[in-house]
T-cell receptor, first 113, second 113 residues
Framework: GESVGLHLPTLSVQEGDNSIINCAYS??????FIWYKQESGKGPQFIID?????DKRQGQRVTVLLNKTVKHLSLQIAATQPGDSAVYFC????????????FGSGTKLNVKP | DGGITQSPKYLFRKEGQNVTLSCEQN?????MYWYRQDPGQGLRLIYY???????QKGDIAEGYSVSREKKESFPLTVTSAQKNPTAFYLC????????????FGDGTRLSIL
C-alpha cells in the first residue's frame, strides 16, 4: 500500500465517538478552504469546503468550522465509523490566485471498533 | 461516470530514463494540475495548466515537463534530470477560474529500479 500517512499526527477514536481534526493556516489572503480525505493508495476525495464569509458549514455527518481571527480550521466528524479511517488534510486557496492551493500535511484518523 | 483517470497505477524507472504519466479527465474542467506527494508532507505543485496549450511551473518543476494539447489530457514526463523521482504523483482538475475544489485522480506510484 501507499506510504501516505507515515510520520503524520495521529488521532485515535472509538467507533461512534465524534472526531475533531484541526488545521492552521498563516496567510490572511486565504479565503477558501477545503477538507480532503485520503485512503491508502488512493487520491484525495473532497469532503467539504467553506468560504471566508462563513464561520460554519455542515454536510452529512461532517461540519467545518472556520475561525479567521486565529486562522484556524477544523473538521468535525459525527459518530465516527471504521470507514472514516484515513488521512485528512486541509487545503487553502487565496483570492489573488484561484489556481494555487496550499496543502497541510494531514492527520491520520484511526477508528477503533 | 465523470472523473479523472491516471495511468499506470505503478511505474518503474531505470536510471537515465524518461517516463510519462498519463492523466485524462472527462469533467470538462479547464484547469489541470500535477502534484507530488511524499510521506508526511503536504502536496507540492509541479505544474498546472489553466487552458489548452498553456501551462505554468509550480514550486518543484525542475526535472519535470508537461504538455496540454487537449483539454482532457495533461501528461507529465519525469525526466532523467529529476534525481529523486520516487513519490506518489497526483493529477487534479478544477472547473473555472474561481473558488472551486480540485478533483483528484487515484495517483501513480513511481519507483526507481
Amino acid at each position: 500500500g501507499e506510504s501516505v500517512g507515515l510520520h503524520l499526527p495521529t488521532l485515535s477514536v472509538q467507533e461512534g465517538d465524534n472526531s475533531i481534526i484541526n488545521c492552521a493556516y498563516s496567510n490572511s489572503a486565504s479565503d477558501y478552504f477545503i477538507w480532503y480525505k485520503q485512503e491508502s493508495g488512493k487520491g484525495p476525495q473532497f469532503i467539504i469546503d467553506i468560504r471566508s464569509n462563513m464561520d460554519k458549514r455542515q454536510g452529512q455527518r461532517v461540519t467545518v468550522l472556520l475561525n479567521k481571527t486565529v486562522k484556524h480550521l477544523s473538521l468535525q466528524i459525527a459518530a465516527t465509523q471504521p470507514g472514516d479511517s484515513a488521512v485528512y488534510f486541509c487545503a487553502e486557496n487565496r483570492w489573488d490566485n484561484f489556481n494555487k492551493f496550499y496543502f497541510g500535511s494531514g492527520t491520520k484518523l484511526n477508528v477503533k471498533p | 461516470d465523470g472523473g479523472i483517470t491516471q495511468s499506470p497505477k505503478y511505474l518503474f524507472r531505470k536510471e537515465g530514463q524518461n517516463v510519462t504519466l498519463s492523466c485524462e479527465q472527462n469533467l470538462n474542467h479547464d484547469a489541470m494540475y500535477w502534484y507530488r506527494q511524499d510521506p508526511g508532507q503536504g502536496l507540492r505543485l509541479i505544474y498546472y495548466s489553466q487552458i489548452v496549450n498553456d501551462f505554468q511551473k509550480g514550486d518543484i518543476a525542475e526535472g519535470y515537463s508537461v504538455s496540454r494539447e487537449k483539454k482532457e489530457s495533461f501528461p507529465l514526463t519525469v525526466t532523467s534530470a529529476q534525481k529523486n523521482p520516487t513519490a506518489f504523483y497526483l493529477c487534479a482538475s478544477k472547473k473555472g477560474n474561481s473558488n472551486q475544489p480540485q478533483h483528484f485522480g487515484d495517483g501513480t506510484r513511481l519507483s526507481i529500479l
